[in-house]
Structures are given as C-alpha cells and as structure tokens.
Nanobody, 125 residues
C-alpha cells in the first residue's frame, strides 16, 4: 500500500513562508522520483516541482522558480517543499506524487501518481 501524507499547509499572508512535508510509506522511497502537484479550486492540477530519486536533479514550474525549494530526506522517507515569498496565486491543495516507475525522471504530471488528502495552502491578506 503506497501512502503519501502531506502536512504543513495553512493560511499565510502574501510574502510569507510555509514548509510542506510528505511522509511516504509502502514503497522504497529512495528508488523513485517525487514531485509536488497543486490544484486550485476550479482548475486542473498543476505540476509544481520535482526531484530525482537521489536528489541529483530538481525542476520547478516557472511560476515558482526562485521561491520554492524541493528537498528530500531518503532515510526518513520524507519529501519537503519550502515555499517563500508566497503569492495569492499559490493558493491551492498541495499533493506529493510518486513517479510511476523507478526509471522515470519527468516534469510531466501524467508520469506520476499521488494519493491522500493533500494539504491546503491559502495565501491571503
């Protein structure tokens, strides 16, 4: 059973910061690229950031580049997303996602699967 449990979301004012965590279980975490995906109300899911299985490669959507930092702690089976300089348009439900295959390194949302409730990030004054 693959389980991904997101946490760390909340409400923050524009310009603020949040650190999201994703606790993974049910698979060998260190063998898979991971990603963060978000979905704003009424919109399609958006790929946000990804990291290769050993952390050698990272990628970011243009909309978050320079503000978000993805990281992972493989011994702890945990993926992180440090978000700074948050904007209202960052509001949404954030999910972590697991690559479909251990050979995948991709920024395509359809190369990943994700589970769980996500964690809500709300950026407003």
């Amino acid at each position: 059973e693959v389980q991904l449990v997101e946490s760390g979301g909340g409400m923050v004012q524009p310009g603020g910061s949040l650190r999201l965590s994703c606790a993974a279980s049910g698979f060998t975490f260190s063998k898979y690229a991971m990603a963060w995906v978000r979905q704003a109300p009424g919109k399609a899911p958006e790929w946000v950031s990804g990291m290769s299985k050993l952390g050698r490669s990272t990628a970011y959507a243009d909309s978050v580049k320079g503000r978000f930092t993805i990281s992972r702690d493989n011994p702890k089976n945990t993926l992180y997303l440090q978000m700074s300089s948050l904007k209202p348009e960052d509001t949404g439900l954030y999910y972590c996602a697991k690559a479909l295959q251990d050979t995948i390194w991709s920024t395509r949302i359809d190369e990943y699967e994700y589970w769980g409730q996500g964690t809500q990030v709300t950026v407003s004054s």
